[in-house]
C-alpha cells in the first residue's frame, strides 16, 4: 500500500460490514495498522454484533445501533489503554463483525447406530439424521473458544465440526428418551424437541445457541421392521379378512421374487389367490352369527258361531271343536291374510283336523 493510501486509510471514520456472502459468522475489519480515529462512526446492523479486540484482550461489545467512539461508550478499552483523561489521537484495535442471525437447513447424523433397549424389542441399533439451526448468542464466546485470530470465518469451518458433535451427543442422548422403537417414526417432532432441549447447554458453552432440531428419518435393523410387520399381522387376526389380505400381498410378492420363473411364478400366484379365497370364505363364515332362526307363530283362526266372531283360536283348540261338532265343514272361519271368510273345509292347513273324526255310526240291522 502506497503512502497516499496509508493516509487514507488512517482518516476513514466509518466502521461497518456489508455481507454479501450469505455463509460468513466471522468477518475482522481491515484497515491499515489498525488504526482507528477518535470520533469515528461503528455502524452495526440489525444480525450483526461487534467485537474490540486490544493486544488480544477482548474489550467492547456493540450489538446494532450507529456508535460515536469516545471514551465515554468504550469503557473496557479505555480502561485497557489507561486513557483517564481522553485522547485526540488515533487508536489501534482490531474489531470483529460476527453475525448474529440464524444459519438454518444444517445437516447431522448419527456416527453409527446407537443401542437403544425396548421392552418388546430389547436392545436394538438404531440411527438417525436430520437437520438443525444455529445462532451466535455470545460473540465474545464464539470468538474465544472456536474462531481464534482468523479474519473470516464462514459456516463451513464450523459446519464439519458442529455436525460431528451433535451426532455424538445425539447417539448419546436417544438412549434416555425414553420412546418405544414402535413409536420412534411417529415422535419425530418430540424427539426434535427433546434433543434441542439436551443438546443446547453442551451449544451454549461455545455461545451459540440452538434453536431448532429436526428429526427427519429413523433407521431400524431389518429383522425389526419385519418383527413390526410381523406383528401388525398377527394382531390383525383378530379380522381374518384383513389377516387375508395381508398374507395374498405377501405370497404375490414371493411369487413375484420367484427364481423359478414366469410359470412358477404363476402356479405361485394361482394358489395364493386360491388359498386367499378360501380363507376369505371362511373368515365370512365365521364371522356370521351362530344364532337359530326364530320359532314359528303358531296358526290361529278365527270362527263365525251364529253370525258372531270368536277366537282367534290355535290348531289344538279347534281340533277339539271338530270333536264336538261346533266347527263343520261349512263352519266360516278367517286367518291374518286371507281376503274373506272360508268354510273351513276349503283350508287345506283344516283339512286334517276332519279327517281324524270318526264317521257316524252306522244303525243296527234287522
Not at 447424523?109 to 439424521?129: K, N
Not at 387375508?244 to 412358477?264: H, L
Not at 270362527?303 to 265343514?329: E, H
Amino acid at each position: 500500500m502506497g503512502l497516499i493510501g496509508k493516509l487514507r486509510s488512517q482518516f476513514v471514520d466509518i466502521i461497518e460490514w456489508l455481507d454479501d456472502t450469505g455463509n460468513t459468522l466471522v468477518y475482522r475489519f481491515e484497515r491499515y495498522g489498525n488504526e482507528i480515529k477518535y470520533g469515528a462512526k461503528l455502524v452495526v446492523r440489525e444480525g450483526q454484533a461487534a467485537v474490540f479486540i486490544n493486544e488480544g484482550y477482548l474489550a467492547d461489545i456493540y450489538h446494532p445501533g450507529t456508535y460515536t467512539l469516545y471514551t465515554q461508550n468504550m469503557p473496557i478499552l479505555t480502561t485497557l489503554k489507561g486513557w483517564k483523561y481522553g485522547f485526540n489521537s488515533p487508536f489501534k484495535a482490531e474489531v470483529y463483525f460476527v453475525s448474529t442471525r440464524q444459519f438454518t437447513s444444517l445437516k447431522w447424523g448419527t456416527p453409527g447406530p446407537c443401542t437403544m433397549r425396548d421392552p418388546e424389542f430389547g436392545a436394538v441399533r438404531v440411527t438417525a439424521f436430520g437437520l438443525y439451526s444455529i445462532r451466535v448468542k455470545e460473540p465474545g464466546v464464539f470468538l474465544r473458544e472456536i474462531v481464534g485470530t482468523d479474519g473470516t470465518f464462514t459456516l463451513e469451518g464450523i459446519e464439519a465440526n458442529l455436525r460431528g458433535k451433535i451426532g455424538m451427543r445425539i447417539k448419546e442422548v436417544m438412549p434416555e428418551l425414553g420412546i418405544p422403537i414402535i413409536d420412534l417414526e411417529g415422535k419425530v417432532m418430540l424427539m426434535g424437541t427433546m434433543l434441542r432441549d439436551r443438546i443446547a447447554p453442551d451449544f451454549a458453552k461455545y455461545g451459540l445457541d440452538l434453536p431448532e432440531v429436526q428429526v427427519q428419518d429413523i433407521g431400524l435393523p431389518e429383522e425389526v421392521e419385519k418383527a413390526i410387520d410381523k406383528g401388525g399381522a398377527v394382531r390383525a387376526v383378530g379380522n381374518l379378512q384383513a389377516y387375508t389380505q395381508y398374507e395374498t400381498a405377501g405370497a404375490i410378492r414371493d411369487a413375484a421374487s420367484n427364481p423359478g420363473g414366469v410359470a412358477a411364478s404363476g402356479v405361485g400366484l394361482g394358489m395364493g389367490f386360491a388359498m386367499a379365497g378360501q380363507m376369505a370364505q371362511a373368515a365370512q363364515q365365521s364371522q356370521q352369527p351362530a344364532t337359530p332362526p326364530p320359532v314359528p307363530t303358531p296358526v290361529q283362526f278365527f270362527v263365525a258361531v251364529g253370525g258372531t266372531q270368536t277366537g282367534p283360536f290355535d290348531t289344538a283348540a279347534l281340533q277339539q271343536q271338530v270333536l264336538n261338532g261346533s266347527l263343520t265343514l261349512e263352519t266360516l272361519v278367517w286367518k291374518q291374510g286371507m281376503a274373506n271368510w272360508t268354510p273351513a273345509g276349503q283350508i287345506p292347513e283344516l283339512a286334517n283336523l276332519f279327517s281324524q273324526v270318526p264317521p257316524p255310526v252306522p244303525p243296527p240291522i234287522d
